[in-house]
């Protein structure tokens, strides 16, 4: 059987050609980026852990700002502070002519109480109530023209630095999280681990993810390219990433650094080879974000709206049949009475 072929016409339409002389398409993409800088960004962040793992000294860290109040003592004899309800911070950074809206999430930490029953169910429907505040705007007959996306972009799920393995809870908060959300691990205050025990850590949770099909963030994509794939396959090499906050200036070797000084030493939350918190302010702001931002839209939001409007289809097939057909003889009878109180003008 021969080969169909293209007619002449999509035949030239599929080769690409090269205009003779300038005509300025080119400049699609200058004008995208006048577009887009002129609305600005957003991008949505939670943060889900135990209480004092520093999530929100992490978070200024990795922005260069003050953007949460840290939760931690100030003092020693200072009383623990804690989360006590999902707390939501809104703040517009701008770098360069690039404005940012940071939205960022800060939950209770979980497993604190007695009965840790469910305790990840705030977390979850925090997250699922702001797919449903979408839809239902999506959806709307009047709806705005710049939807405000609330969705959650990025999951950042701190991990105590124990250095044995993941405690069961946190193995079931991962698999309720990672069904909505991108999630991306970080093992909180790795200084207080040697090197060698992180390493021997990291790959133990490593396989821990394997074992229970978690599925962390970068997904495995078939639309990446070749460099796409191998910063991927880097990043995966790093998570979970073993990283250390600090918003304190300090200085070493008369240079001034953030980090963090205690009796053995000065850490460097910028040097690489004390921990991993470079690789990930460069995963989340210099190389993943729009990705983080594309991936919850295509895949978790869809996902959700494709069972939500399922959902809708079946309940209204359910109500349309659960009406009494008219028989022919009864809807007869009906047109009858309608015509007679038409005549008589009631």
Same mark, same amino acid.
């Given at each position: 059987?021969?080969?169909?072929?293209?007619?002449?016409? #999509?035949?030239?339409?599929?080769?690409?050609?090269?205009?003779?002389?300038?005509?300025?398409?080119?400049?699609?993409?200058?004008?995208?980026?006048?577009k887009l800088l002129k609305r600005g960004f957003q991008f949505n962040v939670i943060c889900v852990g135990q209480t004092g793992l520093g999530k929100s000294t992490l978070i200024n860290t990795i922005f260069a700002s003050h953007l949460i109040d840290s939760k931690g003592r100030l003092a020693p004899d200072a009383p623990t502070r804690s989360t006590t309800e999902i707390q939501t911070v809104s703040h517009v950074i701008q770098e360069d002519k690039v404005r940012l809206?940071?939205?960022?999430?800060?939950?209770?930490?979980?497993?604190?109480?007695?009965?840790?029953?469910?305790?990840?169910?705030?977390?979850?429907?925090?997250?699922?109530?702001?797919?449903?505040?979408?839809?239902?705007?999506?959806? =709307?007959?009047?709806? +705005?023209?710049?939807?405000?996306?609330?969705?959650?972009?990025?999951?950042?799920?701190?991990?105590?630095?124990?250095?044995? @393995?993941?405690?069961?809870?946190?193995?079931?908060?991962?698999?309720?999280?990672?069904?909505?959300?991108?999630?991306?691990?970080?093992?909180?205050?790795?200084?207080?681990?040697?090197?060698?025990?992180?390493?021997?850590?990291?790959?133990?949770?490593?396989?821990?993810? @394997?074992?229970?099909?978690?599925?962390?963030?970068?997904?495995?994509?078939?639309?990446? %390219?070749?460099?796409?794939?191998?910063?991927? %396959?880097?990043?995966?090499?790093?998570?979970?990433?073993?990283?250390?906050?600090?918003?304190?200036?300090?200085?070493?070797?008369?240079?001034?650094?953030?980090?963090?000084?205690?009796?053995?030493?000065?850490?460097?939350? +910028?040097?690489?080879?004390?921990?991993?918190?470079?690789?990930?302010?460069?995963?989340?702001?210099?190389?993943?974000?729009?990705?983080?931002?594309?991936?919850?839209?295509?895949?978790?939001?869809?996902?959700?709206?494709? #069972?939500?409007? %399922?959902?809708?289809?079946?309940?209204?097939?359910? =109500?349309?049949?659960?009406?009494?057909?008219?028989?022919?003889?009864?809807?007869?009878?009906? =047109?009858?009475? =309608?015509?007679?109180?038409?005549?008589?003008?009631?």
């Amino acid at each position: 059987m021969a080969a169909a072929t293209l007619p002449p016409q #999509q035949q030239q339409a599929s080769t690409p050609v090269t205009p003779n002389s300038h005509v300025g398409f080119d400049t699609i993409t200058s004008q995208i980026e006048r577009k887009l800088l002129k609305r600005g960004f957003q991008f949505n962040v939670i943060c889900v852990g135990q209480t004092g793992l520093g999530k929100s000294t992490l978070i200024n860290t990795i922005f260069a700002s003050h953007l949460i109040d840290s939760k931690g003592r100030l003092a020693p004899d200072a009383p623990t502070r804690s989360t006590t309800e999902i707390q939501t911070v809104s703040h517009v950074i701008q770098e360069d002519k690039v404005r940012l809206r940071l939205n960022i999430v800060d939950t209770p930490g979980y497993g604190d109480q007695v009965n840790n029953d469910k305790c990840w169910d705030p977390i979850v429907k925090y997250i699922k109530d702001q797919y449903s505040a979408y839809l239902r705007k999506e959806l =709307s007959a009047q709806r +705005e023209r710049y939807i405000q996306d609330t969705r959650i972009h990025c999951c950042l799920f701190f991990i105590q630095p124990s250095g044995h @393995a993941l405690k069961p809870i946190d193995i079931v908060v991962l698999r309720k999280l990672c069904a909505v959300v991108n999630v991306v691990p970080v093992i909180a205050k790795s200084d207080s681990m040697t090197l060698e025990e992180r390493q021997e850590f990291k790959q133990r949770i490593r396989e821990e993810f @394997a074992f229970h099909r978690l599925n962390m963030f970068p997904y495995d994509d078939g639309e990446y %390219n070749d460099e796409e794939a191998g910063i991927n %396959n880097q990043i995966k090499s790093l998570i979970p990433f073993a990283v250390v906050g600090s918003e304190k200036n300090i200085s070493v070797n008369g240079k001034i650094v953030r980090g963090r000084q205690n009796r053995w030493g000065v850490i460097n939350v +910028e040097d690489e080879t004390h921990c991993d918190f470079v690789a990930l302010r460069n995963f989340l702001t210099r190389t993943h974000l729009q990705d983080l931002i594309e991936t919850t839209s295509h895949i978790h939001y869809e996902s959700f709206r494709a #069972q939500q409007l %399922n959902a809708l289809k079946e309940t209204t097939a359910a =109500s349309h049949s659960g009406s009494r057909p008219i028989s022919p003889s009864a809807d007869r009878e009906l =047109s009858r009475h =309608s015509q007679r109180v038409t005549m008589n003008g009631y």
